[in-house]
């Protein structure tokens, strides 16, 4: 599993997501935080939450080049223009899901540390655009 995500993690370094990318993810991940029932699903939903996280930090990343492109600039403001996904707000009833899916106490805080993950990729990323938002926006000027 945690070669699977190192690798879901690397690929994702590599490129940046867009907004279409992030709302189906998010889409995706709070479906399965909400109906899924089954050990299979639990790992799609954690591979996800990775996926969107690396994908993120890709983001944050190209972002941080000194020369920004302007795709990434839009890119980054589609994205920040959608807000904070809404799966790292949802109220996970972890006890009862963890029953379903069969999860042991090293599950659960894995699962806890995946989503404290993409909650900082999301922080990490909205610091970053506010900075290169002001950069941006001052060159526009010049």
Known sequence: MLKLLFCLLTLNFC???NVTDVKMLNENILDLMSN???RNESVQMIRMIALYSGGMCGNRLCMEQRNTEEHVWKIGKDI????KPEFLEFD???ENKSAKFNWNEEDKIFFNNIISDANSAWNDFEKIFAKVKHKYLSSQKS
Do not use: P
Not at 80 to 83: A, I, S, T, V
């Open 36 to 38: 899924a029932n089954q």
């Open 92 to 94: 996970f009833d972890l």
């Open 15 to 17: 490129s940046c997501f």
């Open 80 to 83: 920040y223009d959608f807000g």
